[in-house]
């Protein structure tokens, strides 16, 4: 984990990775409750059997929205910046879903800050992100994510 004094010190790590999460297991029952909360209960998703017989997966996958929900869990593990009394999901510039993500796998991210900006009252930065999976060969979410820091 990558540990700053303020968010102003991010501007030496531009270009740069900074950090590897561990890794995390995306289980059924995560995918279930995605499923359930946002309403989208396709049976890629929800039906074992049904994906078993006629998925190309083999398994249930999870939502690619699931994947991309886990920025801010990973973001946790990745970097600490002390000085901050609020940080602000901005948005996302590109977000690119390559590779499923199978039930009972094991994911992780990368992240690599891309920019660096001083506003008048936060410091915008923009991290790309790839979350890997353990038993795959292609990232399963590629995606360039805008945070705000606020000192």
């Known amino acids: 984990m990558l540990i700053l ?15 590897v999460t ?12 995605f499923a359930e909360s946002t309403a989208d ?3 890629i998703h929800t039906d074992r059997e049904r994906a078993s017989r006629e998925s190309p997966f083999g398994v249930t996958i ?5 994947t991309l929900s886990l920025l801010s869990y990973f ?18 510039n590109r977000v690119r879903f ?5 039930s009972g796998s094991k994911i992780r991210a990368r992240f690599t800050l891309q920019a660096f900006k001083k506003l008048a009252d936060a ?26 820091f606020y000192s």
């Open 22 to 33: 561990d890794w995390l297991q995306i289980t059924q029952e995560r995918i279930q409750q």
């Open 98 to 102: 390559p590779a499923p993500v199978r």
């Open 62 to 66: 999870a939502h690619g929205f699931l």
């Open 41 to 43: 209960k396709q049976w």
């Open 75 to 92: 973001l946790r593990q990745a970097i600490e910046i002390r000085g901050v009394r609020l940080a602000i999901n901005y948005g996302l």
């Open 123 to 148: 410091t915008e930065i923009v991290f790309a992100v790839s979350i890997e999976n353990q038993s795959g060969t292609k990232p399963c979410c590629l995606a360039e994510w805008i945070v705000r």
């Open 5 to 19: 004094e303020c968010p102003d010190d991010l501007h030496a790590w531009v270009g740069k990775e900074i950090a």
